[in-house]
């Protein structure tokens, strides 16, 4: 069965730099997301993207987030200056369609320090 | 702001009962619902979507139902097994397509 696929499955960071999570959705998907899980706490939505342009996003994707599709298989999430609090397992998902299930990667454990 | 909470957080239950996890929403706009499955370390398994239209869906051992006048949702489990045992979410969007709010999970171990 199609997989999402998340690289790598564990990053470390010091806080500050820049760090890049990569993504290959379902290939016949049109919608990508992420989601991050803060250990402990409950999964959140950061970014919905389609048609190459993000069609929403939550109060915790600032302007130190953003989202590329750079060719038609990778999904990439970029943190320009990561913080402390940026640490999280991040999610992203992909669906066929809006009213689809979404589809999970395994997800990628940042760790800031 | 929409608000998902389940009870209970942890279930743990002999091997071959039944067992029902809740699910509620502050706000009883919700749209579609979809039903999760956490293993650790990994992702998010989708179980069961209950789309705008439909009251309840069904997959094997599972079924899920959703009542959006009370703002509830429950996932029921047949004849549970050890390999059931995970932990389980619900989310639910407010509108086609926009973004999921999670509940926190209710962790559930299957006793052989």
């Known amino acids: 069965e199609p997989e999402v696929t998340q690289t790598p499955s564990h990053q470390v960071t010091q806080m500050g730099q820049e760090v890049i999570l990569r993504c290959v959705p379902i290939s016949n998907h049109l919608y990508f997301y992420w989601y991050r899980q803060i250990l402990g706490q409950k999964v959140e939505f950061l970014v919905s993207f389609y048609n190459n342009e993000i069609s929403e996003k939550s109060e915790i994707f600032d302007d130190q987030f953003s989202v590329e599709r750079p060719d038609g298989s990778n999904f990439t999430l970029k943190i320009r200056s990561t913080k402390l609090e940026d640490s999280a397992m991040y999610f992203c998902?992909?669906?066929?369609?809006?009213?689809?299930?979404?589809?999970f990667g395994n997800g990628t454990r940042l760790t800031v320090t | 702001k929409q608000e998902v909470t389940q009870i209970p957080a942890a279930l743990s239950v002999p091997e071959g009962e039944n067992l029902v996890l809740n699910c509620s929403f502050t706000d009883s706009a919700i749209y579609n619902l979809q039903w999760f499955r956490q293993d650790p370390g990994k992702g998010l398994t989708s179980l069961l979507l209950i789309q705008s239209s439909q009251r309840e869906q069904t997959s094997g051992r599972l079924n899920a139902s959703l009542d959006k006048s009370s703002g509830r949702s429950t996932l029921y489990i047949a004849a549970s097994q050890p390999g059931d045992s995970a932990t389980y979410l619900c989310a639910g969007d407010e509108t086609s397509g926009s973004r999921l709010t999670f509940g926190e999970g209710t962790q559930l171990t299957v006793n052989p």
């Open positions: 998902a992909s669906s066929v369609y809006v009213n689809s299930p979404l589809h």
